[in-house]
């Protein structure tokens, strides 16, 4: 089992930037690759970004490429969102995924079968 908690959402004016983190526990001795996904009020929640176990290999969703970092530090099993330019369609609950994969990037939700509780990321215009 892994266990994972974000941290680090608030709310920030339009051109602001967060960074969210993502600390992972538990049987964390294998490759994950994490992701994180977002919900706004009211609609479904969608993919932002994902990481591979090693780190060479991220993908971003349209909406947030070029304004959006993922990143992580496996010797301190977190991962890391830096969310720079941030818009107010920015706003929603960010959830930090992870699912045991050594070689595939997954992008998809139900591939991911670890999930934190989310935090909430507010965005003023």
């Known amino acids: 089992q892994v266990q994972l908690v974000e941290s680090g959402g608030g709310l920030v004016q339009a051109g602001g930037s967060l960074r969210l983190s993502c600390a992972a526990s538990?049987?964390?001795?294998?490759?994950?690759?994490m992701a994180w996904f977002r919900q706004a009020p009211g609609k479904e929640r969608r993919f932002v970004t994902a990481i591979n176990w090693s780190g060479v290999s991220t993908y971003y969703a349209d909406s947030v490429k070029g304004r959006f970092t993922i990143s992580r530090d496996n010797a301190n099993n977190t991962v890391y969102l830096q969310m720079n330019s941030l818009k107010p369609e920015d706003t929603a609950v960010y959830y930090c995924a992870a699912v045991r994969s050594s070689y595939y990037l997954p992008l998809q939700e139900y591939e991911y079968n670890y999930w934190g509780q989310g935090t909430q990321v507010t965005v003023s215009s």
């Open positions: 538990g049987r964390t001795n294998s490759n994950y690759a």
